[in-house]
């Protein structure tokens, strides 16, 4: 098994799914305008008024997405090392705490300035992404279980990814189980049932519960034997003997 097919089956919740959900927040607008139909015989004014909010929020969805291909360039950007001098033309940080602040600070006036919009809730995703990138893990937390809470089912399923692999990542197993499990009972678009499975597979040989990784593993293999995760099972299974 290549080190790369590994790499796409399973990502870390803070890298790709973070970049695929901006991508499909930024778009949203484009691909749901033709989506709209009126229909039925309604008063001119009462027409007029549902197309006027819905084409400012089309707008405000718009003028959101840009502002956060601008927060998410803030959180891609590099580093220089200290004693570094500044080169103007390309854009650099002196530390992870002066990034952490500049995209915080981005994300959360999309919040605030456009709080009825899809790309408000990726912003606040991405708020608890950045927190925990920083290590401010009790943030964090806050962050993912509000976009959970409040959430569209694509994004909140991708919250819930986060904070199950934030509480993994923090010996927190009882927590992280059981948002494991959800997300495997209700895939989505954006978490599938078998990148749920295999990080709950990985949660358990980490946990010192081969038992219970090796059932997982069993289950993917069963559920589509041909495919690159369940290579992946086979290969993990043939190593836990």
Not at 85 to 106: I, M, V
Not at 212 to 239: F, G, M
């Amino acid at each position: 098994m290549r080190a790369e097919t590994r790499h796409q089956l399973k990502q870390d919740a803070f890298t790709r799914v973070t970049m695929e959900a901006a991508e499909r927040t930024a778009s949203w607008t484009v691909e749901h305008q033709s989506t709209v139909i009126i229909a039925g015989v309604v008063v001119a004014i009462v027409l007029a008024s549902i197309l006027g909010g819905w084409y400012y929020l089309s707008v405000q969805d718009e003028k959101a997405s840009f502002d956060l291909s601008q927060a998410v360039r803030t959180m891609d950007t590099p580093l220089r090392a200290p004693g570094t001098p500044e080169q103007p033309e390309f854009p650099t940080f002196t530390s992870l705490q002066e990034r952490s602040q500049a995209a915080s600070k981005q994300l959360q006036t999309i919040v605030d300035k456009y709080p009825h919009t899809r790309t408000a809730e990726m912003a606040r995703y991405l708020l608890g992404v950045n927190a925990a990138n920083s290590g401010d893990t009790a943030i964090a937390e806050t962050d993912f279980k509000a976009v959970i809470a409040d959430g569209n089912r694509q994004i909140s399923s991708v919250a819930k990814l986060a904070l199950a692999s934030l509480y993994s990542n923090n010996k927190q197993a009882k927590q992280a189980v059981p948002l494991y499990e959800q997300l495997m009972a209700k895939p989505t678009t954006s978490v599938s049932k078998v990148t749920a499975e295999l990080q709950l597979a990985e949660l358990y040989e980490n946990s010192n519960q081969p038992a219970d990784a090796k059932r997982i593993y069993e289950q993917i293999k069963k559920d589509d034997p041909t495919s690159e995760a369940a290579q992946l099972a086979t290969q993990k299974l043939a190593e836990a003997k």
